[in-house]
T-cell receptor, first 118, second 110 residues
Framework: AQTVTQSQPEMSVQEAETVTLSCTYD???????LFWYKQPPSRQMILVIR??????QNATENRFSVNFQKAAKSFSLKISDSQLGDAAMYFCAYRSAYGTGTASKLTFGTGTRLQVTL | SQTIHQWPATLVQPVGSPLSLECTVEGTSNPNLYWYRQAAGRGLQLLFYSVGIGQISSEVPQNLSASRPQDRQFILSSKKLLLSDSGFYLCASSRVETQYFGPGTRLLVL
């Protein structure tokens, strides 16, 4: 079974600075998807960024980018020019590329709470 | 793009009462649908998923059940709520590999 580990329960960053959130995962599969979701105080889960394992190029969405190291099974999220609105819980998630039903479920890490200070 | 609606947004129910949470999806057809529960300060636990009308699979044996009467409608139910059913319930939808989430329902069982 796949597991996702986020070893940083809490992180803090000053406004306009850069922060990196860590995520590692364990899988025996060669093809899969990785995601970062943001959960603000409203608690709705919002997709931040997605990475396809077969793509070597790191995904980027505006101020958000990932460092995907497939061999190391590492998937970190970098937030540049941090803003107050970035304060939230961030979850890393894994999804197999094979099958449907259970195989299509997301396996989540335990989350990292990001604080943004002035 | 998909839009997922959930209601009610908040619910306070006594122990032993029934439950019905509804999730509807716009902007796609024949999605995979999921119910997750999130306890306070924790990650998400998959409860049920559905790949089509009337097709429900349960991940965790519990006091809850799910139904999918229409292609884009997913319902979470219970006949008798337990205190341990309190939590935040999220519905998600996916057409391909990415799951999109609804705004969630806060359930407090007293």
């Amino acid at each position: 079974a796949q597991t996702v580990t986020q070893s940083q329960p809490e992180m803090s960053v000053q406004e306009a600075e850069t922060v990196t959130l860590s995520c590692t995962y364990d899988t025996s599969e060669s093809d899969y998807y990785l995601f970062w979701y943001k959960q603000p105080p409203s608690r709705q889960m919002i997709l931040v960024i997605r990475q396809e394992a077969y793509k070597q190029q790191n995904a980027t969405e505006n101020r958000f980018s990932v460092n995907f190291q497939k061999a190391a099974k590492s998937f970190s999220l970098k937030i540049s020019d941090s803003q107050l609105g970035d304060a939230a819980m961030y979850f890393c998630a894994y999804r197999s590329a094979y099958g449907t039903g259970t195989a299509s479920k997301l396996t989540f890490g335990t989350g990292t709470r990001l604080q943004v200070t002035l | 793009s998909q839009t997922i609606h959930q209601w009610p947004a908040t619910l306070v129910q006594p122990v032993g009462s029934p439950l019905s949470l509804e999730c509807t999806v716009e902007g796609t057809s024949n999605p995979n649908l999921y119910w997750y529960r999130q306890a306070a300060g924790r990650g998400l636990q998959l409860l049920f998923y559905s790949v089509g009308i009337g097709q429900i699979s349960s991940e965790v044996p519990q006091n809850l059940s799910a139904s999918r009467p229409q292609d884009r409608q997913f319902i979470l139910s219970s006949k008798k709520l337990l205190l341990s059913d309190s939590g935040f319930y999220l519905c998600a939808s996916s057409r391909v590999e990415t799951q999109y989430f609804g705004p969630g329902t806060r359930l407090l069982v007293l």
